[in-house]
Every structure is written in C-alpha cells, then in structure tokens.
C-alpha cells in the first residue's frame, strides 16, 4: 500500500503537494501543541490557552483560501476538544453571561420554570466559523444539541435568512447599560440585522422573500424551554407557534428584546384586476412577537416599534371605490405607505387556524386557557390593531407602556384594495385580553382611532382593555383591572357571562372622538341576554361614564367611591347597587 501511495504522490502537482505538507505540517505541529498545553495544564492544574485564531495562521504563514479552510476546520476540531477538557461537555472557551437573567431581574422564585433552562452552557458565537453568520449560528446550536446559551457579544451580526431554534436553546446577547426597556435610552449592544426591502415601484416590484424574515423553532409543537434574551433585533419578526389544541411545546422566553422593522406583504395585494403587479400594503395580522405554548411563556421588558426606520411612501397606488365600480390610483404617496407599524404587537396564545368559538370556556377552547402566561414591563408602539393579546387561565397583563398615534388617518381600507369608511374597523386597542382569573395591573396605555380620509368620520374602535365574546373571546370567571392609566375605554363586552370581576383604581381619560362609556361591561349579546354576578367597580377616576347591564339578572354588583368629571353618567341595571359616587349624572336603572 505504501509503494501505491508513493506512485500517487509523485503524480500529484508541485502545488497540490505543496497544500497536502502545509496541512500536515499544520495538523500535527497544533495537536502537538495541544497535546504538550492540555499535559501541562493536567499537571499544573490550570487551563491550556487557546489556540491561534485562523485569522492569525493567516498572518504568520501565508496560504490559500483552501488552506485556510482546511486550517479553520482543523482549529475548530482542536477548540471543540479543548473545550471539552476545560467545560466538561458544556459551553465553548469564551463563553459568556452565565446567570438566569429572569432570577436576576425578578427573583429566584418568581419564575421557578426559568431556571430548566441550561443558563451555565454557554457557546459564545464567535467560537464558531462558517461562511456566513447562518452557518455559524447552525455550528454553535448543533453543538449546544444538549441545551444551552448561543451566546452573542456586543456587536453586529447580520444574517440573510431566517433563524429556526432548537429545543432548550436560547440567543442571548450581552446585557445592556440600561436594563429597563421602558427607558428612551434602552439599547442592547448585541445587534441582529437581517435583510431590508428595497422597493422597486415599477414592474413586478421587487420579490417578497428578499426580506420579511422570522425567528422560528423547528418543531415548533414540541420545541420547550427557549427563547431570546437582551438582543437589538431588526427586520425579523419573532414566531414561534405551536398548535393550540395538540401542541406540547412549553416554557418560552422572550426577555430584553428591541424589536423593529417587523412587517409582512398581505397576501391579497396586489390584486391584478386593477392594481400593478409592484404594489405591496402591510400586512395587518403582522406581529412583532407572537408566541403559542401549552405552558409557562414570560414575555417581558421588551421594546417594540421604538425607531422604525423601513417604512416607504407608494405614489399612485391603486384601489377600488367604496361600490368597486371604479378604480382610484392615490398619487400621494403619503397616504398610502408600507407601514411598519400598523400590526399588533404581541400576541400570546390567541393562534388558531380557523378561529375560536364564541365565548369559549375551558371545555370548548382548552388553548385559551393555558396556565402560566405572563406579559410584563414592555414598551410597545403601533398604530393599527392591538398592542398586547393574550389569554389564559392566570394570565398575568402587568406594568406596559402602549404608545400610540394621535393623528391617524386612513386613505384606504384595512384590506388594502379600497376605500375605508366611518363603520369600519381598524381595530386600533391597546390590550385585548381572554380567559379566567386574569389579572391586568399597573398599565399604562393610550389608543386613538383613524380618521377616514378628510372627513369628520372615525373608524369604528378604540377600546383601551378589550374582552369580547368573538376572535378568541372567553366569557369571564375571575378578572382583576386594577391601576391602570389609559386613554381608551375599559370594556366587558357581550361576553355572555360577567362573575368574579374587581375593576379598582383605574384612571380612564376621555377620548373626544369615541363616545362609549370609559367603563363599559355588557353581558347581553346579540342574541339573548345573560346574568352577572360579584362585580364590583369602585375607586375609579373617569373623564366619562359608567355602564353596567347583565339584562338575565345578577347579584352581589356593585358601582361605588368613583370620581367622575361631570362629562358622564352612570347607567346600570337594576340588580347593581350604586353608592358615594361623584361627578357623573344619575339615571334610571334598566329593570
């Protein structure tokens, strides 16, 4: 065999031979030298240093672009063993942040299920090569296979396509100077970039895939205890769903997170009937983070939509008249741009292909339920559709900020393909919340409706905190509002069944485009009236009224201590006792 491998090597060319001794030479002089280092370290008791990157092998011996590829995979076998010996199996040489950032933040107790995330084994991204950043991420959670940290230090990482999670990996980045997101001055130093859409407002436009991307999990039924932590993450939506109903997926995270220039292309724009193959209207169901578990998913101190910066104007943009008799083409192109922020925010459990059914209970909507499911300490601006919807039994809505635009207005419809008119809804809110013993505290909110076109018309919305019996509605056992400070009514709305509400110390201001009462809860529905019971609304401010009707009857409800501003009325049914309230006008009860 040796004499045969002899003849083949005197065949090879000068410079093949030449590639063939430079990566044995470089072979064996490194693992003799890690041979010598781990020796000494066994002996000595202390860690061997790194091997020389291949940027420095480079420097000190020049070779090929196959050479040093060949180099690159040689270290990084070298690497993985060495860190075998110094991390026991567990985490790659430089490392990173090592504590429960959640533990940190809010205490060892208060998220026990945090703490099965392997917070210890930390793969520090730049201990891992390939020929573009997806490559990279790919080798660092093949090798975190058992659970860890993918961890990013502070820097800009750019990718090109989509990201998709494993099982117990988390992408964590290097924790930020200013911790709370609620602050102007919130700026994870660990950026990720993805591709930006570059319109082109002729032909075919420019294709939907060059941008758009997603952070995703692979089996995203079954995939638990992972998540994203203190990251700047631009142009990628975060979406990881499993199913409602089947799906075992648990314990998601999604902490420190600066979010923006999230949107997707509407899938029914252009229509070519009558609009140019370029055009593109956002998507409305877009979601900055959305997120579907069975158990345990924490969804805080984030900022959402704080500096978009993608949004484009669309001159000559064309849609139907209100009778789709005619075609009109917007040459403004202000009042038609791709938004960036006219979607919701974040959406916790409220995914189902084919919607929910009306004024679901626990029997028949068991994914509406789900324990463990907490939305707190975020920053959100948008300016279409909800900021926060979420739902669960327990469910937890706790000190947010929602941001709004005052000065909206709408040249076309939510659709994208025609005029808008007074009686639609755009469905600007800022909280609309499902399930039982709820509890939505210390918020701080505002929501304004579109006015349509120039007229004197506004859309048909502007619910502050929603619950309603339709699109992922529950009738409501258990509900604590309490402190909240908003600009936008609290509303119960046609819930069929009201019991166990406490809606306490709630500040709610006037909004002069929307006549609703500010505390609006209706158990009737369209179809047939319904009871209330053990409600209570006390020790509210309200720049409004106050409306209370349960027509089926109810017991133990009570309207009393709250301060009005002479702008409203309080109107209930008769079985709701009204005491020491000032500031609003008495009316007669509904028997």
């Not at 916790?348 to 004024?359: C, I």
């Amino acid at each position: 065999m040796i004499p045969n491998l002899k003849q083949k090597l005197k065949t090879l060319k000068r410079q093949e031979r030449k590639f063939l001794q430079v990566v044995s030479l470089v072979g064996f002089s490194l693992s003799l030298i890690w041979l010598i280092y781990t020796l000494f370290s066994y002996v000595n008791g202390t860690p061997s240093p790194p091997l020389p990157s291949p940027e420095m092998v480079g420097k000190n011996y020049p070779v090929s672009a196959l050479e040093t590829s060949v180099i690159q995979s040689v270290i990084q076998s070298e690497n993985n063993s060495e860190n075998m010996v110094q991390n026991q199996g567990c985490g790659s040489p430089k490392g990173g942040s090592k504590d429960n950032p959640i533990a940190t933040q809010y205490g060892q107790n208060t998220y026990p299920w945090t703490n099965q995330i392997k917070w210890n084994c930390v793969y520090n991204i730049q201990d891992f090569y390939g020929a573009n950043m997806s490559d990279r991420l790919s080798a660092a959670i093949a090798a975190a296979a058992g659970g860890g940290v993918i961890y990013f230090p502070a820097g800009t990482y750019e990718f090109n396509d989509h990201i998709y999670l494993t099982d117990s990996v988390v992408l964590r980045g290097e924790t930020p100077k200013v911790t709370d997101a609620k602050s102007d001055n919130y700026d994870p130093p660990s950026k990720l970039v993805f591709p930006q859409y570059q319109p082109r407002l002729s032909g075919n436009g420019t294709p939907n895939d060059t941008a758009f991307k997603k952070i995703l999990t692979r089996q995203s039924d079954q995939d638990s205890n992972l998540g994203l932590v203190n990251l700047d993450i631009n142009r990628a939506a975060i979406s990881i769903v499993g199913n409602s109903e089947t799906g075992t997926n648990k314990n998601l995270l999604v902490f420190g997170i600066k979010s923006n220039n999230v949107a997707a292309p509407d899938p029914q724009v252009p229509d070519v009937s009558f609009q140019a193959p370029w055009m593109r209207f956002s998507d409305r169901f877009a979601t900055n983070i959305k997120l579907q578990a069975k158990e345990n998913i924490l969804v805080a101190n984030n900022r959402i939509n704080d500096k978009p910066t993608d949004t484009y104007d669309q001159p000559g943009y064309q849609i139907q008249s209100r009778d789709q008799k005619s075609t009109i083409a917007l040459e403004d192109g202000r009042q038609v741009p791709f938004s960036y922020t006219d979607h919701y925010g974040i959406v916790v459990n409220r995914s189902k292909p084919g919607g929910f059914q009306l004024a679901a209970t626990p029997d028949s909507e068991p994914g509406l339920f789900r324990k463990g499911i907490v939305i707190r300490d975020n920053w959100v601006y948008h300016t279409m559709r909800v900021g926060i919807q979420a739902s669960g039994d327990g469910l937890v809505i706790q000190d947010n900020q929602i941001k709004d635009n005052p000065r909206k207005q709408a040249w076309v419809h939510p659709t994208g393909l025609r005029e808008p008119r007074g009686a639609d809804t755009f469905e600007n809110r800022a909280i609309d919340w499902s399930g039982w013993n709820v509890k939505i505290q210390g918020n701080q909110y505002e929501v304004y409706q579109h006015r349509i076109q120039d007229s004197k018309y506004f859309s048909t919305d502007g619910e502050g905190i929603l619950i309603q019996e339709c699109c992922g509605g529950t009738t409501v056992n258990g509900a604590e509002i309490k402190n909240n400070r908003g600009k936008g009514y609290i509303g119960l709305y046609k819930t069929q069944e009201i019991k166990n509400v406490t809606i306490q110390g709630n500040e709610v201001l006037h909004s002069p485009t929307n006549n609703t009462p500010l505390i609006y809860l209706m158990a009737d529905t369209n179809n047939r009236p319904y009871s209330m019971g053990d409600v209570t609304v006390e020790n509210n401010t309200v720049q409004g009224s106050i409306f209370l009707k349960a027509s089926a009857g109810g017991s133990r409800n009570v309207v009393q201590n709250n301060q009005g501003s002479n702008q409203g009325a309080i109107e209930v049914s008769c079985h709701v006792q009204v005491t020491g309230n000032q500031g609003f006008a008495a009316k007669p009860c509904w028997r």
